[in-house]
T-cell receptor, first 111, second 114 residues
Framework: QQQVKQSPQSLIVQKGGISIINCAYE??????FPWYQQFPGKGPALLIA?????SEKKEGRFTISFNKSAKQFSLHIMDSQPGDSATYFC??????????FGQGTRLTINP | KAGVTQTPRYLIKTRGQQVTLSCSPI?????VSWYQQTPGQGLQFLFE???????NKGNFPGRFSGRQFSNSRSEMNVSTLELGDSALYLC?????????????FGPGTRLTVL
């Protein structure tokens, strides 16, 4: 099954709070899981990525948690800031360069 | 390095026409992928080119085609435009770094079909 299910569709978090976005997949052939951030009028920008042999990866305030047995992975944004307000997409790579994207989560951080 | 550039940024066409979109990858990147982004279907993979050859293809009709030139620049063409082709078309270039092919997206071309 070549799809990635992302939730929630929208999320509102207070400044300083933790934003959590979840994704689930079926295809065990996926070998790379990136997260992209997209601002209005811009293309998606790579935020952080993980391989399935790693359970967690942290870069600054952004952390990916990966559960291979459950086929789920999530993005945690610590100390969320108004500048983090954007749409976030999880993705999974199937075949060289072929990314399958989740439906996106519109994140709003209230000041 | 300059990022991925796409031209034009905005385009308005009518049903039945055809359109050509252009993408210039980051210098040194040899792989170019194209995606369609719509509110209903999200981001969907169209095709990927590497060294002037189509290496991967998504599930889009034959009206969608592309090509890559020797300088890695790529074009995609949509013939016999339909209203449903209205979308943001994104190009991404990539190269292998630290064992992973990281894709960098351009700003997209917003196509409106009337």
């Amino acid at each position: 099954q070549q799809q990635v299910k992302q939730s929630p569709q929208s999320l509102i978090v207070q400044k300083g709070g933790i934003s959590i976005i979840n994704c689930a997949y079926e295809n065990t052939a996926f070998d790379y899981f990136p997260w992209y951030q997209q601002f209005p009028g811009k293309g998606p920008a790579l935020l952080i990525a993980i391989r399935p042999d790693v359970s967690e990866k942290k870069e600054g305030r952004f952390t990916i948690s990966f559960n291979k047995s459950a086929k789920q992975f999530s993005l945690h944004i610590m100390d969320s800031q108004p500048g983090d307000s954007a749409t976030y997409f999880c993705a999974a790579r199937w075949g060289a360069q072929k990314l399958v994207f989740g439906q996106g989560t519109r994140l709003t951080i209230n000041p | 390095k300059a990022g991925v550039t796409q031209t034009p940024r905005y385009l308005i066409k009518t049903r039945g026409q055809q359109v050509t979109l252009s993408c210039s990858p980051i210098s040194g990147h040899r792989s170019v992928s194209w995606y369609q982004q719509t509110p209903g279907q999200g981001l969907q993979f169209l095709f990927e080119y590497f060294s002037e050859t189509q290496r991967n293809k998504g599930n889009f009709p034959g009206r969608f085609s592309g090509r890559q030139f020797s300088n890695s620049r790529s074009e995609m063409n949509v013939s016999t435009l339909e209203l449903g082709d209205s979308a943001l078309y994104l190009c991404a270039s990539s190269f292998r770094e630290q064992g992973t092919d990281t894709q960098y997206f351009g700003p997209g071309t917003r196509l409106t079909v009337l």
